[in-house]
């Protein structure tokens, strides 16, 4: 099932997937305390996703925007586990293991950087107010690419 090019004003696909501590998350109850950043990423201790994950946490630090944030990657619980620990990250990491929400949110990368992986998610940064609307929308062209880190704060400030 491949998603459709989501747009601002439109609601997101709802999803449930475990986050590293094995527990079930649903993009409901992170909703719940406000507007949320979602931000996609292709594999875990792979440079410039590491680099990314640590901007998010020094950026939008939980003293700036409570629990407005969660990376989702491919990558096992088990794998993201070990990363959030290993970066002090303090935000949820989810698992879309099956790829169903890389897949709804349309930002399935089919073979990715050179390696012939198939399936990794791409880079990609969502803000989505209470009512999962979508506010803000960043899509990467290539793996290396990181996000406009100041324009997604910019967003998530202007809803919270």
Do not use: H
């Amino acid at each position: 099932m491949r998603g459709v090019v989501l747009r601002i004003g439109q609601k997101v696909p709802g999803f449930t997937l475990f986050d590293s501590e094995g527990k079930e998350r649903k993009l409901s109850e992170l909703i719940k305390s406000g507007s949320l950043v979602i931000a996609f990423f292709p594999f875990a201790f792979s440079g410039v996703c590491d680099r990314e994950m640590c901007v998010f946490r020094d950026g939008l630090s939980p003293t700036s925007v409570g629990d407005n944030f969660v990376g989702i990657s491919v990558d096992s619980v088990f794998t993201l586990k070990i990363f959030g620990e290993t970066y002090g990250l303090g935000f949820p990491l989810l698992s879309d293991f099956n790829k169903k929400v890389t897949k709804a949110f349309n930002v399935l990368q089919e073979t990715w950087a050179g390696f012939g992986y198939k399936g990794v998610a791409k880079r990609a940064v969502f803000v989505v107010d209470k009512r999962s609307v979508l506010r803000y929308r960043w899509i990467g062209e290539s793996p290396e690419q990181e996000p406009p880190y100041e324009e997604v704060a910019s967003a998530l400030g202007k809803l919270n």
